[in-house]
């Protein structure tokens, strides 16, 4: 029985041969690959610059540093998404504040937003949910709204609660004339090796904020996040040893290895998205009768295929998931709302308050979606589950 697994890479480009030759080259750590990542990536996004680092995770808590959030903070963030949106607020000792979903939807609405805003509220943090991003515009207008006393110079710049997006599945998506990256006034991606771009694990950070220096914003990421060090090793090499520490940093560099797959990915990243929508367009077309399929937004980067099932009953959903796993074939939950697991629990989070998200998570199934994907292989996964929708009854 072959297997259809629920998204591994495509490695079809240059990727090997690039990493084979960070490898020859001797130097494996952050150094010129790296830079020439952040430079094509700052030109994907319509972006100035760009900070390559380990993890989307980093990425986002290295913002919330920059902000100077901390103690005493409020941040906003919607219930529905992955653990690590909410974790790294809980890093810098701010209060999360979690927000429902609307009916039916899985994105943070701006009047959620509007509604959760206090003179604490430093941040909000918008999650593009399956490659779909955020009505960033409304959610900008709401902070407007906010009584907010800046703490630093780049909160006075921004002038307002920083919008900021978990952009972990929008890498290339655009709304309206804005791609992914302009939209938020900063934003962080995920090249985790499920994401539609990979460096097997990494990350990165770009932002779109008026009046502020780029170069300056740039230099301050790169302090905070190798141990506030004023020479890379590439630098050390160059230029001499002798270094200062001008703050207690973190230590979430992106390696050259890592951004040598980056750069073979950019290269079929365009064909790569292609793929995506020929994809997503025949699941919808031969899913219609059976669920609801999630309607990505014509310029979505269709990270996932969500579908919403005809009944709101968790324990029949997990049933179809293991149906579907007997015939080889991998499904996933996109998520698991933070209120329901135990870290949230503890914090005082009620899944009761949040029941938007909790139904929305009671009848999601998401379906593999993959560039190596074929045509026939959809069709299975289409039939799969069409047949343990009927065998769980």
Same mark, same amino acid.
């Given at each position: ?115 959760? #805003?206090?003179?604490? $509220? /430093? ?6 949910? +399956? &490659?779909?991003?955020? =009505?960033? %515009? ?87 996040? #190798?141990?506030?060090? $004023? /020479? ?6 160059? +230029? &001499?040893?002798?270094? =200062?520490? %001008? ?100 914090? +005082?989070?009620?899944?009761? =308050? ?40």
């Amino acid at each position: 029985m072959k297997k259809i697994p629920f998204s591994p890479p495509d490695l079809r480009g240059r990727e090997t041969e690039l990493v084979e030759e960070v490898l020859r080259s001797g130097w494996i750590t952050t150094g010129p690959m790296t830079a020439l990542l952040e430079e094509k990536l700052a030109n994907l996004c319509g972006t100035k610059r760009t900070i390559c680092l380990s993890s989307a995770t980093a990425a986002l808590e290295m913002t919330l540093h920059l902000l100077e959030i901390g103690p005493g903070d409020e941040v906003i963030t919607t219930a529905y998404t992955y653990s690590a949106t909410a974790a790294v607020i809980c890093h810098t000792g701010a209060r999360p504040v979690l927000v429902d979903t609307p009916p039916g939807e899985y994105h943070l609405s701006a009047d959620a937003v509007k509604n959760a #805003l206090t003179p604490l $509220t /430093k941040a909000v943090i918008a999650v593009d949910i +399956g &490659g779909d991003l955020c =009505d960033y %515009l409304a959610i900008r207008t709401a902070c407007e709204t906010a009584n907010f006393k800046p703490r630093n110079k780049l909160q006075e710049a921004i002038g307002r609660p920083a919008v900021i997006a978990d952009a972990a599945h929008s890498l290339g998506a655009y709304r309206n004339d804005k791609k992914s990256g302009q939209c938020a006034d900063l934003s962080a991606f995920s090249f985790h090796a499920v994401k539609n771009l990979t460096t097997a694990e990494g990350g990165a950070l770009t932002w779109h904020i008026p009046d502020v220096d780029d170069n300056d914003l740039y230099r301050s990421l790169s302090l905070l996040s #190798l141990h506030g060090q $004023t /020479k890379t090793a590439r630098e050390k090499e160059k +230029g &001499g040893w002798r270094y =200062d520490i %001008l703050i207690p940093g973190y230590k979430c560099n992106m390696t050259d290895i890592a951004a040598a797959i980056g750069l073979g990915q950019l290269e079929h990243f365009p064909n790569m998205l292609v793929r995506r929508r020929q994809l997503d367009s025949l699941y919808g077309r031969l899913l219609d009768a059976a669920v609801t399929p999630y309607r990505h937004s014509i310029g979505s980067s269709r990270h996932l295929y969500m579908v919403r099932l005809p009944f709101d009953d968790e324990a029949r959903r997990d049933k179809i998931m293991e149906l579907m796993k007997e015939v080889g074939v991998s499904a996933n939950v996109h998520y698991l709302p933070l209120p329901a697991l135990t870290a949230y629990r503890n914090m +005082g989070f009620d899944p009761s =308050d949040f029941p938007n998200a909790m139904e929305s998570y009671r009848r999601e199934i998401t379906l593999p979606m993959y560039t190596l994907m074929t045509d026939e292989e959809v069709h299975k996964v289409c039939v799969s589950l069409r047949e343990a929708l009927e065998a769980s009854h």
